[in-house]
């Protein structure tokens, strides 16, 4: 079950935390089981579950619940190797910072300190911990936690904001799997801007299509209203010229896929294929034109 549960809900994301107990000694470990929950004020949660095996509580669980204080960090790309070894199993008092080779920066509000390394840190206070299951043997825990101070570096930025490809953060799958949130592996979708027509809206003849996917049919139904056929279109260039279809269409070139058909019949499959090329460039307009041309 630990290992279906944690292959089907992923990536998750990875706190890097950071405790002390009273006597000063601090620990260092990853938790996957992390996310946030509100913004004002700011909560997040890590669940430091009890071993299943033992029943022993974790470091961090134990020096949260007696000292109230913790800091939760990034982890990117470039520090994965050390953010596995600070995942072992160390005996109590053992500081993982050192065995990681990861650096101790000073916090100003609370007693553990950042690690130094990460690109986004956060000094929290203990808030409340609540207890999964324990009526029935549960293991969990569900700790909530207030930042009280973020550092972000300035590396981080672009134009103002935080931006993945400069966070280059990782991420938690099943088993041994782990994923990187940089590169083609990140993308933009903004949120709709209006409430959109809906897969009900949609003609039969676009909806039972064997070319569009899913995600084709959910641009053409995020629309704000049923387009009209607009009998301009396509419009064509005095100099566009296209010989192939096949070739206009691994270009990615809807215009020129339309101007190399226009001399043939209009067949329901070549115009999904040619609206297709106009989706996966999220030219929802042209898209609508060229199945409308049906």
């Known amino acids: 079950m630990h290992s279906i549960l ?65 800091t939760i960090n990034s982890v990117q790309y470039s520090m994965v190797e050390q953010i596995n070894l600070a995942s072992c199993e160390y005996e109590r008092g053992t500081d993982e910072f050192v065995k990681s080779g990861l650096t ?12 130094a390394e990460s690109l986004f840190s956060m000094e929290c206070k203990y808030l409340e911990n609540i207890p999964l299951g324990r009526s029935i043997g549960g293991n969990g825990n569900l700790m909530l936690v207030e930042a009280v101070r973020f550092h972000i570096a300035e590396s981080a930025f672009v134009d103002g904001k935080l931006h993945p490809q400069r966070l280059d953060l990782v991420a938690r799958m099943g088993y041994n799997w782990y994923v990187r949130a940089h590169g ?16 009900d809206a949609l003609p039969e003849s676009i909806t039972s299509s064997d070319i ?42 809807g215009l020129g896929a339309l101007y190399a058909i226009k001399s043939i019949r209009k067949e329901r499959i070549i115009l999904h294929r040619i609206a297709k090329v106009f989706l996966e460039a999220d030219d929802i307009d042209k898209a609508w034109q060229t199945l409308l041309l049906e």
């Open 6 to 70: 944690l292959s089907g809900v992923a990536p998750r994301p990875i706190a890097l935390v950071s405790t002390m107990d009273s006597n000063g000694n601090v620990n260092l470990s990853p938790f996957s089981f992390f996310n946030a929950y509100a913004s004002k004020p700011p909560i997040v949660a890590i669940g430091p579950a009890f071993s299943a095996a033992t029943g022993k509580a974790k470091d961090t669980y134990l020096n949260i619940i007696e000292t109230g204080e913790c």
């Open 104 to 115: 101790k920066r000073p916090s100003q509000i609370v007693k553990p300190p950042m690690v």
């Open 184 to 199: 083609e592996a990140v993308f933009e979708l903004a949120k709709p801007k209006w409430n959109g027509i809906g897969f």
């Open 212 to 253: 569009l996917t899913g995600n084709d049919l959910a641009k053409l139904a995020g629309v704000k209203e049923l387009p009209m056929r607009d009998e301009n279109f396509p419009y064509f260039t005095e100099h566009l010229t296209a010989d192939s279809l096949e070739v206009e269409l691994q270009a990615g070139n």
